[in-house]
């Protein structure tokens, strides 16, 4: 067993570390204040491969791994939890549904525009009734002729109102349940396709989340991605991998949250001297620190595993259950050392913690993780 990162490695998390540090973090309280979508600094993290991390070179990505992919992002969401999250949207759901159940054909026409972020995709699957229940998805794709037409609305979508292309799911079977939706690619500016409500956010504010709207919207059968019927079992392999990257992320705000903290103890002073000095304080870092460390190697552990081509179900469930619950706590604890400081605007624990919580929301509640860890032991021990 060898738990360092290479050489490689290293130098990408320098790399993305100085990246953040010089140009996202000058902007991050704005871009949370305004509710601005950062699209120069998405633009600038194509360039530098942090939007296709783990594509092949010749669908114009970096050719990367998960373990690599996951120091991307946890690297962006140490310093904003809002960007590390766009590019995971980005990278683990869209880009990688066309990926893995594109025909060549729409892997070449898309991909090398999403790795580069000349476009910036999105993932639609959740509706008011329908996320991990596939059968409460509402929206339908009605074939006709050589088209089809799809009719509803997706809710919470990740980047809804600045994508060039949107993944979506509908029913094209009402009788097969999760094995009558398939999923589509549909381009900005189709007619009847169109961004909704922008949601106003507790955390993640820099994110842009919305509806997606589909009225009558006509699209060509050859924007079909995968087999008639399999879009939510192909969805069910997207989350994951997608998972990996919501653990990763929650390294990262858990990681930006502890360094905070512990910067603040050694400055703070009470009683004449650091709090940093105070047994309270110092086991509460202590705990901060050694929940991290982990999440980290779960989280790891994971994408190893989907790099050497392993079944992943589990072990990225509890990578993101633990982490996500982790940061949680990490943040939680970082706001209680700041004091009454930690609860203004005027420290960066307060968005940490305002952030965190999505991450035991998004790509399946922690809820859902453990239905999901349930029933791969339950099977694997039958």
Same mark, same amino acid.
């Given at each position: 067993?060898?738990?360092?990162?290479?050489?490689?490695?290293?130098?990408?998390?320098?790399?993305v570390?100085?990246?953040?540090?010089?140009?996202?973090?000058?902007?991050?309280?704005?871009? =949370?204040? =305004?509710?601005?979508?950062?699209?120069?600094? !998405?633009?600038?993290?194509?360039?530098?491969?942090?939007?296709?991390?783990?594509? #092949?070179?010749?669908?114009?990505?970096?050719?990367?791994?998960?373990?690599?992919?996951?120091?991307? !992002?946890?690297?962006?969401?140490?310093?904003?939890?809002?960007?590390?999250?766009?590019?995971?949207?980005?990278?683990?759901?869209?880009?990688?549904?066309?990926?893995?159940?594109?025909?060549?054909?729409?892997?070449?026409?898309?991909? #090398?525009?999403?790795?580069?972020?000349?476009?910036?995709?999105?993932?639609s699957?959740?509706?008011?009734?329908?996320?991990?229940?596939?059968?409460?998805?509402?929206?339908?794709?009605?074939?006709?002729?050589?088209?089809?037409?799809?009719?509803?609305?997706k809710?919470?979508?990740?980047?809804?109102?600045y994508?060039?292309?949107?993944?979506?799911?509908?029913?094209?079977?009402?009788?097969?349940?999760?094995?009558?939706?398939?999923?589509?690619?549909?381009?900005?500016?189709? #007619?009847?396709?169109?961004?909704?409500?922008?949601? =106003?956010?507790?955390?993640?504010?820099?994110?842009?989340?919305?509806?997606?709207?589909?009225?009558?919207?006509? %699209?060509?059968g050859?924007?079909?991605?995968?087999n008639?019927?399999?879009?939510?079992?192909?969805?069910?392999?997207?989350?994951?991998?997608?998972? %990996?990257?919501?653990?990763?992320?929650?390294?990262?705000?858990?990681?930006?949250?502890?360094?905070?903290?512990?910067?603040?103890?050694?400055?703070?002073?009470?009683?004449?001297?650091?709090?940093?000095?105070?047994?309270? %304080?110092?086991?509460?870092l202590?705990?901060?620190?050694?929940?991290?460390?982990?999440?980290?190697?779960?989280?790891?552990?994971?994408?190893?595993?989907?790099?050497?081509?392993?079944? !992943?179900?589990?072990?990225?469930?509890?990578?993101?259950?633990?982490?996500?619950?982790?940061?949680?706590?990490v943040?939680?604890?970082?706001?209680q050392?700041?004091?009454?400081?930690?609860?203004?605007?005027?420290? #960066?624990?307060?968005?940490?913690?305002?952030?965190v919580?999505?991450?035991?929301?998004?790509?399946?509640?922690?809820?859902?993780?453990?239905?999901?860890?349930?029933?791969?032991?339950?099977?694997?021990?039958?």
């Amino acid at each position: 067993m060898n738990f360092e990162f290479t050489a490689e490695q290293e130098q990408l998390r320098r790399s993305v570390r100085e990246f953040a540090e010089a140009e996202i973090k000058p902007h991050v309280n704005a871009w =949370d204040r =305004d509710n601005v979508f950062p699209l120069e600094v !998405v633009r600038k993290l194509g360039a530098l491969g942090c939007m296709g991390v783990i594509f #092949p070179e010749e669908y114009g990505g970096a050719g990367l791994g998960y373990i690599d992919y996951s120091i991307v !992002v946890e690297e962006l969401a140490r310093v904003d939890p809002s960007v590390g999250l766009i590019v995971a949207a980005h990278n683990s759901l869209c880009s990688n549904h066309i990926y893995l159940a594109g025909s060549e054909d729409q892997k070449r026409r898309y991909l #090398p525009r999403l790795a580069t972020a000349e476009w910036i995709g999105c993932w639609s699957l959740t509706e008011p009734e329908a996320g991990s229940d596939a059968g409460g998805t509402r929206t339908q794709a009605v074939r006709d002729g050589e088209e089809w037409i799809l009719d509803g609305a997706k809710t919470f979508t990740t980047n809804a109102h600045y994508a060039d292309l949107c993944v979506a799911m509908a029913v094209t079977d009402r009788t097969a349940s999760s094995h009558g939706v398939s999923a589509f690619l549909i381009e900005r500016g189709t #007619p009847g396709f169109r961004p909704g409500k922008k949601e =106003d956010k507790l955390g993640m504010r820099a994110s842009d989340t919305g509806e997606v709207i589909f009225t009558g919207c006509r %699209i060509p059968g050859s924007q079909l991605l995968g087999n008639p019927g399999e879009g939510f079992i192909d969805a069910l392999r997207i989350l994951d991998g997608g998972r %990996i990257s919501i653990a990763a992320l929650s390294v990262g705000v858990a990681q930006g949250a502890y360094e905070a903290a512990l910067s603040y103890a050694r400055q703070r002073k009470q009683f004449g001297r650091p709090i940093s000095e105070f047994q309270a %304080i110092q086991f509460k870092l202590a705990d901060m620190a050694t929940s991290i460390e982990a999440a980290r190697l779960l989280t790891c552990r994971a994408a190893w595993l989907k790099d050497q081509g392993r079944a !992943v179900t589990r072990q990225s469930a509890q990578a993101k259950l633990f982490a996500s619950e982790a940061a949680v706590s990490v943040c939680n604890e970082a706001v209680q050392i700041h004091g009454g400081y930690g609860f203004t605007k005027d420290y #960066p624990v307060e968005k940490f913690y305002r952030d965190v919580k999505l991450c035991t929301i998004g790509e399946g509640t922690s809820e859902i993780q453990r239905l999901v860890i349930a029933r791969q032991l339950l099977k694997s021990n039958a």
